[in-house]
Every structure is written in structure tokens, then in C-alpha cells.
């Protein structure tokens, strides 16, 4: 987490601008599916420093830039869990960002609950019933 002095120096205004160009900038590219992926690559990307990344992302997200990341990582997964069955659980982490199966595992229970072979299982029962 940024130091919270320069959290107090973003510009509230240009903050949430600053924020809907990183985001717009991480998906549009899925910047977010390179596990090395860094904020010092956005940010030479945007042409703005670390410092401010961090911020604009704490202030506007109450976390940091990695689980931000991640959260998009995430939403990919689950997409693709629901959607890619021709893909085993591990392969989509990866198409997905996550360096590793257990970084995936780790991230996706503590989000849901459950692992995603089990997410995925569910959707399948769901759909069996509709």
C-alpha cells in the first residue's frame, strides 16, 4: 500500500479518470494474462509513475495493484470455467494470468469458497437443471 502522504497528494478529480484508463488499459491489451505483468510496465504504459498507480488504485479500490490483477485474472477464469471445457482447471489459471496452479487455487478459494474444478462442476449441475 502506498504511504498514505501521497495518497493524500492524488488529485481526486483526475483520480477516478486515472483509474478508468488503467483498467481500460489492462483489458483492452489483457495485460492482466501475463503473470509478469508489473506496475512499472503500466505505468511507462500511461506515462505515470508507480507511486501514483498504487495510490490511484488504493483510493479507488481500498487494495493494491496485484490484487487488482488479480481480480481481473479472476473474472477471466471464471468466464472460461463456465465456457472452456476443453480446458482442464490448471490451464485456464494460466491462460488466465496466474503464474502457477497453486496461486490460482490459492486466489480462487479465498474469492469463492471452493476450488475451481469445484466452480466449474457446479455450472455444469446448473445448467443440467435449467
Known amino acids: 500500500m502506498p504511504h498514505p502522504s501521497y495518497c493524500d497528494r492524488v488529485d481526486v478529480?483526475?483520480?477516478?479518470a486515472i483509474y478508468a484508463d488503467i483498467c481500460k488499459t489492462l483489458k483492452k491489451g489483457k495485460l492482466y494474462r501475463d503473470p509478469n505483468f508489473t506496475a512499472q510496465q503500466l505505468a511507462e504504459l500511461l506515462n505515470i509513475n508507480?507511486?501514483?498507480?498504487?495510490?490511484?488504485?488504493q483510493l479507488n479500490t481500498n487494495d493494491n495493484f496485484s490484487n487488482?490483477?488479480?481480480?481481473?485474472?479472476?473474472?477471466?477464469?471464471?468466464?472460461?470455467?463456465?465456457?472452456?471445457?476443453?480446458?482442464?482447471?490448471?490451464?485456464?489459471g494460466l491462460l488466465s494470468g496466474f503464474g502457477s496452479r497453486q496461486s490460482f487455487y490459492?486466489?480462487?478459494?479465498?474469492?469463492?469458497?471452493?476450488?475451481?474444478?469445484?466452480?466449474?462442476?457446479?455450472?455444469?449441475?446448473?445448467?443440467?437443471?435449467?
Do not use: H
Open 68 to 92: 487488482l490483477l488479480n481480480s481481473l485474472r479472476l473474472a477471466e477464469a471464471e468466464r472460461m470455467l463456465r465456457t472452456k471445457s476443453d480446458y482442464s482447471a490448471e490451464e485456464i
Open 13 to 16: 478529480k483526475r483520480c477516478k
Open 50 to 57: 508507480t507511486r501514483y498507480i498504487a495510490a490511484v488504485v
Open 106 to 130: 490459492r486466489v480462487f478459494l479465498k474469492k469463492y469458497g471452493i476450488t475451481p474444478r469445484q466452480f466449474r462442476q457446479q455450472c455444469k449441475a446448473e445448467k443440467a437443471e435449467a
